[in-house]
Structure formats: structure tokens, C-alpha cells
């Protein structure tokens, strides 16, 4: 019999750390004040795809810590004042940072200029019908990566003190990585049946991945595109009707979220599922001891945490 206990309340992500990381070091002023621009970053993955575009010509402020929800992360008040003297404010948009926005556009109001790189990709919609509305979950699909850097260079090479061919010239290297990656991806994701190309996750975040690498999304844990949903029972039950359809037999746990939730559907419901956890939704840091002795490396950098996630996915489905 399925199980209609356990439902409220496990869906809570994680509370981010009220701090942040930023460049420092080379560049600095006599009074050991960084002469650099600096560019603040909503997340932790942009925060990367952003740093390895403009070198060390730039300093780099991330809001969102390692291994935090980017649904639900919030910053200091002071951190949120440093949003105000910033040359230019990168996020992702489409709905994504919901802690936050709010701070987002009190700085967009007092004139920092902002890039959103959700306005530069093929936006696709959830296909959840739990869910409305543009899916934010880009990064899933390095070639959304390539187009918010396409567009992001311009925008970096205005600012202040910026040389424009050394900014060329670490765009197109990371450009080159991106390709590579996604042929990497393409290649390796072949070798999964067409019958075990069905995913299940805790919340709605492969679109972009499954639109192409040809995947399905049979269904989620907690219903639509956020973190802060809560499941029911219905849920549960509509879940579990897809998942035996499909026969399907793994279920695909975010790391940065408690895996209890998931867990009762493996406990509980008469399923006889494997959980395997993924980097989705924020690296790991560089340290983090779990990260680096996991299967398919750490995820640290946003093209480990694409690496990582597909060999786990590809040794979980073969």
C-alpha cells in the first residue's frame, strides 16, 4: 500500500551560510584595495562560468556559498549592500534566485548594471503540469553555457580597466571547454538504452539536459521547478503510477537537499528503487572531502559538476 505519511514538510532546502567568496590578491592598490572591477554573481555555478571568462582581470563576488539551494539562499544585509558597488551584477534569472531577487532589484533600481543570462538562452518551459512558466535550470545544457558567455563578453569588455583581447582570449579557451564537454556528454550518454533514458529527480531540474541529450522526464519528487514545493499524497501516488509505466527504477537525489524525502518513495511505496545523488544546483567546495571521494569526481567547477553527474547517471541507467 502507498504511503500517505511523510509529506509535509521534508521539501525544505538548505539554509545557505550568510557569506560569500570574492577575488582578492593581484591587483590590489597600494592600500591593498582591489584597483580591479568587480562583478557580483548570483550563484555559485555562474559564479565559475563567470570567473573563468574574465581570468584575473576582474574580481569576482559569489552570493551563494558552495553547496547551497539557489532556490533558497538568502545573503547579509551587508552582503546585499555590496550588491550596490559592484560595476556590474550577473544573474540567472527566469525565476531561479527566489532569497534574493528582491536584493537584485533594489540594486538594479539604484543603477548597477545587471546581466541576466537567462535573457540569452532557448528558454524552455517546465514540463511539469504541476509547473508553469520558463524553466531556469540552464546550465543543464552546456550549450545554453556557451550563449550566456557569447553574450557576457561584450558586456564585460565595457567595463572600466578591462583589456578586451586578453578577455578574447580566456572566453574563446573556455568556449573550446564547453565544446568539448558537450561532446563528451553527447558521446557518453549513447551508450544508455533507449528504454533507460527515463529520469526521475527530487524537483523538476533536467529539462534543458533531456531536450538534448534526448532524455524523458517521467516525473519528480516535489512537484514543479522549486525546491519549496511540498508534496501530496496525490503526488506520491501520480509519481509512482509514472515511475512503474515507464519502469523505471532510479531516482535522481539533488545533493544540496535532504534525501529523506526520496527516500520514502524507496521505503515506503513499494518500489524497489536505487537513489543516486547528483550535483544539480551549486558546486561543492574545493575541500569538500564527500565531493572529491564520490564516484565521477567532485564538483567543485561547474565542467566537474557536469562530468560527475553524467557518469553517475550513465552508470546508473546502463
Known sequence: MRARRLVAGLAGGVLAVLAGCAGAGAGAGADGVSERPTIAVSTNILG??????????????????????????????????????????????????????????????????????????????????????????????????????????????????????????????????????????????????ADRRALVTNHNVFGYLAQRYDFTVVGTVLPGGSTLAAPSASDFDDLVTAMETAGVDVVFADATQPERLVQVLADEVGLDVTIVSLFTESLTAATDVAAESAPGGDAATYLAMMRSNADRITSALR
Open 48 to 193: 565559475d562560468v563567470v570567473q573563468q571568462v574574465v581570468g584575473d582581470q576582474v574580481d569576482v563576488l559569489v552570493l551563494m556559498p558552495p553547496g547551497s539551494d539557489p532556490h533558497s539562499f538568502e545573503v547579509s544585509a551587508q552582503r546585499a549592500a555590496e550588491l550596490r558597488d559592484a560595476e556590474l551584477i550577473v544573474s540567472n534569472g527566469l525565476g531561479l534566485e527566489e532569497g534574493v531577487q528582491h536584493h537584485l532589484d533594489a540594486a538594479a533600481a539604484d543603477g548597477v548594471p545587471q546581466f541576466v543570462a537567462g535573457d540569452h538562452v532557448q528558454v524552455i518551459a517546465y514540463t511539469d503540469d504541476e509547473m508553469s512558466g520558463p524553466d531556469p535550470h540552464l546550465w543543464t545544457d552546456p550549450q545554453q553555457v556557451l550563449r550566456v558567455v557569447d553574450a557576457l563578453e561584450p558586456v564585460v569588455a565595457g567595463l572600466a580597466d578591462v583589456d578586451a583581447g586578453a578577455l578574447r582570449s580566456s572566453a574563446d579557451a573556455y568556449r573550446q571547454e564547453l565544446r568539448t564537454l558537450d561532446a563528451e556528454l553527447e558521446q557518453q550518454f549513447v551508450g544508455i538504452p
